[in-house]
């Protein structure tokens, strides 16, 4: 019999066992700093937790915890050298302080000249002027004191020529006029001059500048350097990002964007890095200082009290320690940021 045309069209069109697959949408690429929330993840309507996105940078990686050692020594070593060059600074400034504090009047002796009347009038004439504080001869043992390293014990200071010696102390540098002093005494006394230890003060100021000179430039030499690392680490991230950096090109990110992602994760890095360094050359200034203070009395000790005065690092230095902080900081995220921007301009 005959099929009808009617059950031959819905033979055709019966629905066959297997069910066809729906076409999948494509997937897109996962834009840092953005989050992208899913379908319905219930029958009951509730809505699909926000995941964050992943940053450009890792902010976990071996290159990155290499770099935060790197800038870490690097500030550890310019910190040192702020620390070092305030101890030199600050003791140079001491021995001119009392160099200038101390004039040294020298009458040398001769052939009918009576040294003890001298002596008596040379401190008569010197405490006339205005700034001098206290005058007063060496006495003799001081002078043999002074000799016997040169000549040996019993010195008898009646039969050697010895230039007798008178120390002044001065209260006002300013108020006392030095040419002036020499002058007088040279005129007045037979033998006399004054030694104002000019050149000794001038020689420290030129031994002061000169540490202060080196130490600025070490430092300067260890900044590049860390400036350098900074550098090639971001080169080393642009290229590990390569491709999410192509992705946010694609997607309209501009250029400034990316360079802030990037500026943020090295800004904090080298934050990280500088108050490490920071902080370790800060308990070497401590322990530097108690060291010295335990070891009072002891002939190394002694020698370098007697070269520095009190080995330890004052508040200035402190505050140098707080700055070259800020600066790595800053450094580090400045640089990270020319270079990425740097990097794309090539890259356009």
């Known amino acids: 019999m005959p099929m009808a045309p009617e059950t031959e069209d819905k033979k055709k069109r019966k629905p066959s066992g297997k069910r066809s697959k729906p076409l999948r949408k494509p997937a897109l690429p996962k834009i840092p700093g953005r989050s992208r929330t899913g379908d319905a993840s219930s029958k009951n309507g509730e809505a699909s937790v926000l995941r964050p996105a992943a940053a450009i940078v890792p902010p976990q990686s071996v290159a990155g915890r290499a770099l935060t050692l790197v800038v870490a020594i690097m500030s550890f070593l310019a910190c040192l050298t702020i620390g070092a060059v305030s101890i030199v600074w600050e003791a140079a400034d001491d021995w001119q302080n009392d160099l200038v504090r101390e004039v040294t009047i020298q009458i040398k002796p001769a052939d009918g000249i009576d040294m003890l009347r001298e002596i008596d009038r040379a401190i008569a004439l010197t405490q006339e002027f205005s700034g001098v504080g206290s005058v007063r001869a060496l006495s003799d043992e001081e002078t043999r004191a002074l000799l016997q390293p040169w000549l040996g014990e019993g010195l008898d200071l009646e039969t050697l020529p010895v230039p007798r010696l008178i120390q002044i102390s001065v209260d006002d540098p300013s108020a006392l006029d030095l040419g002036q002093l020499g002058a007088t005494l040279q005129r007045e006394i037979p033998g006399a001059s004054l030694d104002d230890h000019s050149i000794w003060t001038s ?21 590049s ?21 192509s992705v ?52 190394s000790s002694d020698q370098l009290s007697a070269l520095f005065g009190s080995v330890s690092v004052s508040l200035p230095g402190y505050l140098g320690v707080v700055a070259i902080v800020f600066l790595v900081a800053v450094l580090t995220g400045l640089t990270s940021g020319l270079a990425v921007k740097a990097h794309l301009a090539r890259a356009d």
């Open 203 to 223: 020689r420290l100021s030129a031994m002061a500048g000169a540490v202060v000179v080196g130490g600025f430039a070490i430092m300067a030499l260890v900044l």
């Open 225 to 245: 350097s860390m400036v350098l690392s900074v550098i090639f680490a971001t080169q080393s991230a642009m290229a590990g990002n390569k491709d999410v950096v």
């Open 248 to 299: 946010l090109h694609f997607v309209g990110a501009e250029d400034s964007f990316i360079a802030r992602e990037f500026q943020r994760h090295f800004l904090l890095l080298g934050l990280k890095g500088g108050v490490s360094g920071g902080a370790v050359a800060i308990a070497c200034f401590l322990l530097l200082d108690v060291f010295t203070r335990q070891t009072s009395g002891q002939a």
